[in-house]
């Protein structure tokens, strides 16, 4: 059974910071990573893939890599902005039905 | 924007009371899923759909039936609502690889 975790449960950064969000799985025949955003009361906006072929993925400011060998992704958030405070969540994708494991998130506060 | 809809966005009802939500899409996609999220617990899958009539359970399946007899509908129904079902509901499709959410629903069982 995957298992998905999320280190820190919670970060607080000053604005202009770059920060690394980990997340750490326990099947490492994962079909996909991916991560997600939520704000308070929202739901959950898709972020970025990265498939279990792939390094890495970009977009804008985001980078997530993923190791499967290690169990590991990380998010990279560079230049952090007040506007990036959410919930951050990953998820491992696998076996039929491409089902997702989450982890319980890290809550990111960027101060201004 | 998956085109993904929930209906009702929020519901109180009470302790026996059957309840259905509904999940619809406009894209035509064929996996759906639904799963709840609560504090401590994080989001987790109920039952999901593979097809028109094809459905399986997820991880806390108890309690809960689904039905899918179009495309674009994935209905969750709780058959005798009990408190510990208070949670956010979401709904989910999958795109080409993604998978994308709802806006949710939030249910009250008093």
């Known amino acids: 059974k995957q298992e998905v975790t999320q280190i820190p449960a919670a970060l607080s950064v000053p604005e202009g910071e770059n920060l690394v969000l980990n997340c750490s799985f326990t099947?490492?025949?994962?079909?996909?990573l991916q991560w997600f955003r939520q704000d308070p009361g929202k739901g959950l906006t898709s972020l970025l893939l990265?498939?279990?072929?792939?390094r890495e993925q970009t977009s804008g400011r985001l980078n997530a890599s993923l190791d499967k060998s290690s169990g590991r992704s990380t998010l990279y958030i560079a230049a952090s902005q007040p506007g990036d405070s959410a919930t951050y969540l990953c998820?491992?994708?696998?076996?039929?039905?491409?089902?997702?494991?989450f982890g319980k998130g890290t809550l990111l506060t960027v101060n201004p | 924007d998956a085109g993904i809809t929930q209906s009702p966005r929020h519901k109180v009802t009470e302790t026996g009371t059957p309840v259905t939500l509904r999940c619809h899409q406009t894209?035509?996609?064929?996996?759906m899923y639904w799963y709840r999220q609560d504090p401590g617990h994080g989001l987790r899958l109920i039952h999901y759909?593979?097809?028109?009539?094809?459905?399986d359970k997820g991880e806390v399946s108890d309690g809960y039936s689904v039905s899918r007899s179009k495309t674009e509908d994935f209905l969750l129904t709780l058959e005798s609502a009990t408190s510990s079902q208070t949670s956010v509901y979401f709904c989910?499709?999958?795109?080409?690889?993604?998978?994308?959410f709802g806006p949710g629903t939030r249910l009250t069982v008093t």
């Open positions: 989910a499709i999958k795109g080409a690889y993604e998978q994308y």
């Open positions: 099947d490492s025949a994962i079909y996909n």
């Open positions: 990265i498939q279990s072929s792939q």
């Open positions: 998820a491992g994708g696998g076996g039929s039905n491409y089902k997702l494991t």
């Open positions: 759909s593979y097809g028109v009539k094809d459905t």
């Open positions: 894209e035509n996609h064929r996996y």
